[in-house]
């Protein structure tokens, strides 16, 4: 899968709703060749999806990872927790539309999934458009700006 002409690594976490969905797609970013940092959680036991978020939020902070993928149940509370952190956006997709308007519009760094909501099929389209699609600047970066941190 490519990155946009940006290269870096993929960083991945997930909650136990999340985890067979995140082994899918940890699958097939390595088979695209590429880079991955997997912060868990890797079995099956109940965890807090905040902690995974973040875990990911850091790892995009100090630089070990330029984008992020996040998985839990219904992708909603990890969506929550991420986008709690300024430099994260954290776009919760469901289709390829999403996928692609999340990166033109809104310059998501991070793609989340609900695990038990979308099809593997789906979410493997869904994240190559994610991270093959460039930012399109202009009148979105103005909108952009003004997503930062609120009282
Ligand atoms: C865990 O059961 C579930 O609540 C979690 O994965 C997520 O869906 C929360 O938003």
Same mark, same amino acid.
């Given at each position: 899968?490519?990155?946009?002409?940006?290269?870096?690594?993929? @960083?991945?976490?997930?909650?136990?709703?999340? !985890? +067979? !969905?995140?082994?899918? !797609?940890?699958?097939?970013?390595?088979?695209?060749?590429?880079?991955? !940092?997997?912060?868990?959680?890797?079995?099956?036991?109940?965890? %807090?999806?905040?902690?995974? +978020?973040?875990?990911? +939020?850091?790892?995009?902070?100090?630089?070990?990872?330029?984008?992020?993928?996040?998985?839990?149940?219904?992708?909603?509370?990890?969506?929550? @927790?991420?986008? &709690?952190?300024?430099?994260? &956006?954290?776009?919760?997709?469901?289709?390829?539309?999403? @996928?692609?308007?999340? &990166?033109?519009?809104?310059?998501?760094?991070?793609?989340?999934?609900?695990?038990?909501?979308?099809? %593997?099929?789906?979410?493997?389209?869904?994240?190559?458009?994610?991270?093959?699609?460039?930012?399109?600047?202009?009148?979105?970066?103005?909108?952009?700006? /003004?997503?930062?941190? /609120?009282?």
């Amino acid at each position: 899968m490519g990155e946009n002409g940006k290269g870096g690594v993929v @960083a991945m976490a997930c909650d136990h709703g999340g !985890l +067979a !969905l995140k082994t899918v !797609l940890k699958a097939a970013l390595l088979d695209g060749g590429a880079e991955v !940092l997997d912060l868990g959680v890797n079995d099956a036991a109940s965890v %807090d999806y905040p902690d995974y +978020a973040d875990a990911l +939020a850091a790892a995009i902070a100090d630089g070990r990872a330029s984008r992020g993928v996040l998985v839990c149940g219904s992708g909603i509370g990890i969506s929550i @927790a991420a986008n &709690r952190h300024a430099h994260i &956006r954290a776009a919760l997709v469901h289709d390829a539309y999403g @996928a692609r308007m999340s &990166r033109r519009h809104n310059d998501a760094n991070v793609i989340v999934f609900g695990g038990r909501t979308i099809g %593997d099929e789906v979410a493997k389209d869904c994240l190559e458009i994610f991270l093959a699609t460039p930012f399109e600047g202009g009148r979105h970066q103005r909108r952009v700006d /003004k997503l930062g941190a /609120k009282a």
